[in-house]
């Protein structure tokens, strides 16, 4: 029998390649949107080689530009001795010990969704502006939502990473305040983009409201993309580099990035934490996850590369994992893709949506005043005056667990010790404010005592743990279905102190568990931690212990001076306040209120305090209607007259301190 020559083996190998993998995705654009027309088969077909168990492909198996790269400055690796410039360790969260990631993902609920495509490339991409913007206040997440709806690269069904630069190059991206991810095959125009719902008014029912697109918002943007293992082949002094040595170029100088990788059954069951190493004759990328960093094992001398993945913070390495670098370990040194966000957004009117002849101009009385309203806002926007979101309990009994001290009843207490201002946003110059939020989108809901407590109770959190990576986000969605004391029913209106004693006895788990519909479920385990499966459908997830986070102790403070006491000494708290019409159309500065108003039918969470240069005292206050109000979703508010009835009624909550996780968080 005739040996068989290696050219000839090679090339039946890349031919081979070529028919399992199939062509490249083509991409088309159609009225404004970027398709993926998946080459028959781009995704291997069920039962072959790139089947993993109950893994759907979510990805082209080749990232594909459709008008090509866009590269205007030259490439990491090409301004770098590699060989002796590069870190021998990257780690985006812990850098001098500042966590530069944000938020981890779950693109399995509230039902499956093969938006890994999306996912792998906002991720990175809201990693960069955070870095660009020096982990200041406000952390962005872009929303990956308005990809799905405008068909920017794909589907639910599947899509192509490269798009998704494009179309933010062209068109721009909002955070996810404009567009919650509900993980389903959205409409893009006239609401898929941003959107917000309004309380309905009769004949309409009062849930689940009238939503329409919003005005004004802001979009971020891209100044150059293209393929992480483009460019030369050389570095600055003309050493041949490698996809690997490019990729670690990328990652140290400009951040996360977005790649491409060959799932298996193994991977996506059994990976529980380590350094996971999986080769193949070939690999056919059929999922997109980020790139975060790179390292060195000490006890092997391994290198492996440092993921974060979109499944939840219960998969592998609370949501990361750690793979062997070279050796082609599953592929994920073969189709990289990176962007490079403009630092600032920009803030502009859809054409579909400006009016003509309306300004938002203030009026002659309102020039004198410390703050700015938008003309645009009308009442009953985001509040409804006769169903307020924060009920009173119907009983004025104490309901508190206080097991040590206030801190304004302390005995060392000292009032003169209590500084001007302090702000979550900005400690000791690092922000500790975890993700802006939007409780009226996907569809209206009056779940502000859920938003003001888990927010409030967040922060704190990060405040205890120094800001360290990785950023927890706790789940309003559990509070709105489970919590029934003192009258509250869900998006009808609740209780913040009976969100603090339910707390307390069940725990709340993070935002991959139970990410926020806007509509109340039932209370059970589903809908405590769940996840989705294209085969098995959806079901319940039982979260790892320490990932359930509870409260060791809560109670009331009201007053101006015990206010500042507590979150100068123990972070931000949830307070309610009356909502009048110039505080809905709050656009910016110290708020002062002329109405007298006092009566609690909203909840906000008082985050810092502080005084203006002519001596304005104030209030730090964060909303939760979305970053096109006020200060990106902030205000700041009258303070020591008790403006609004704010320091009339506010709950505290002190966290058990976590569980800190291991694996790669204790090693990097």
Request: net charge negative; hydrophobic share 30%; aromatic share 10%.
């Amino acid at each position: 029998m005739a040996r068989l020559s290696s050219p000839f083996i090679l090339l039946m190998i890349s031919a081979l390649a070529v028919l399992n993998c199939g062509c490249a995705a083509r991409v088309v654009p159609r009225s404004g949107r970027y398709t993926a027309i998946l080459a028959s088969p781009a995704f291997p077909e069920e039962g072959t080689s790139g089947e993993a168990g109950t893994h759907k492909h979510c990805r082209t198996t080749k990232a594909t530009f459709l008008t090509g790269e866009r590269v205007i400055s030259p490439r990491p690796h090409e301004q770098l001795d590699v060989r002796n410039d590069l870190p021998t360790h990257v780690f985006w969260g812990d850098v001098d010990g500042v966590n530069y990631l944000t938020e981890t993902r779950n693109q399995h609920i509230p039902q499956y969704c093969g938006s890994c495509w999306a996912m792998g490339t906002t991720a990175s991409l809201s990693d960069r502006i955070k870095i660009a913007r020096n982990a200041t206040f406000p952390e962005i997440i872009l929303a990956p939502q308005v990809l799905i709806n405008c068909r920017a690269g794909g589907s639910c069904e599947g899509g192509d990473p490269a798009q998704v630069y494009e179309y933010i190059a062209a068109h721009g991206i909002p955070d996810e305040t404009c567009q919650a991810y509900e993980a389903r095959d959205g409409k893009c125009k006239p609401m898929g983009i941003c959107e917000d719902c309004a309380p309905g008014q009769p004949p309409q029912p009062f849930l689940p409201g009238t939503c329409k697109p919003v005005k004004r918002y802001k979009r971020w943007t891209l100044s150059e993309y293209g393929h992480v293992h483009g460019g030369l082949d050389v570095d600055a002094v003309g050493w041949p580099v490698s996809n690997a040595e490019k990729m670690k170029a990328e990652l140290a100088t400009r951040g996360p990035i977005a790649c491409g990788i060959h799932v298996t059954d193994k991977f996506y069951s059994d990976y529980k934490g380590g350094i996971y190493a999986e080769s193949h004759l070939l690999n056919f990328m059929n999922h997109e996850l980020a790139v975060v960093g790179y390292g060195v094992d000490e006890a092997s001398g391994e290198e492996y590369w440092i993921g974060r993945n979109s499944w939840g913070t219960y998969w592998g390495e609370s949501g990361f994992f750690r793979i062997k670098m070279h050796h082609q370990n599953l592929g994920i040194e073969s189709d990289c893709t990176f962007g490079v966000p403009v630092a600032e957004p920009e803030e502009r009117e859809p054409e579909e949506l400006m009016t003509d002849g309306v300004k938002d101009e203030p009026s002659a009385d309102q020039k004198n005043r410390l703050f700015s309203i938008n003309a645009f806002v009308k009442k009953g926007t985001y509040h409804d005056y006769n169903r307020p979101c924060r009920l009173s309990p119907p009983s004025k009994e104490v309901r508190e667990l206080v097991r040590t001290v206030r801190p304004h009843e302390a005995p060392d207490y000292d009032k003169t010790k209590i500084p001007s201002s302090w702000d979550i946003r900005d400690v000791d110059g690092v922000n500790l404010a975890t993700i802006n939020r939007n409780q009226h989108i996907p569809q209206y809901c009056g779940s502000c005592w859920a938003h003001g407590t888990t927010s409030s109770m967040a922060d704190r959190i990060n405040l205890m743990r120094g800001g360290k990576f990785p950023e927890i986000d706790l789940a309003p969605q559990v509070l709105v279905d489970c919590v029934s004391g003192g009258g509250t029913d869900g998006c009808n209106g609740g209780d913040p102190t009976s969100a603090h004693v339910w707390i307390a006895v069940n725990g709340v788990p993070e935002e991959t568990c139970q990410n926020y519909q806007a509509k109340k479920n039932e209370c059970d385990d589903f809908h405590f931690c769940q996840d989705c499966d294209p085969v098995k459908g959806c079901f319940a997830k039982t979260p790892p212990a320490k990932r359930v986070y509870r409260i060791q102790e809560y109670g009331q403070v009201t007053g101006e001076e015990a206010m500042m006491a507590e979150i100068f000494a123990r972070g931000p708290i949830a307070c309610g306040l009356c909502v009048t019409e110039e505080f809905e159309a709050y656009k910016g500065g110290i708020f002062t209120d002329a109405t007298g108003c006092k009566d609690q039918d909203h909840e906000i969470s008082i985050a810092g305090f502080g005084e203006d240069e002519e001596g304005n005292k104030y209030w730090v206050g964060r909303n939760s209607w979305g970053t096109f109000w006020g200060e990106d979703g902030w205000f700041r508010l009258q303070r020591g007259v008790n403006a609004l009835g704010i320091e009339d009624a506010c709950d505290w909550a002190v966290p058990m301190m976590p569980e800190e996780p291991q694996g790669l968080f204790t090693r990097v």
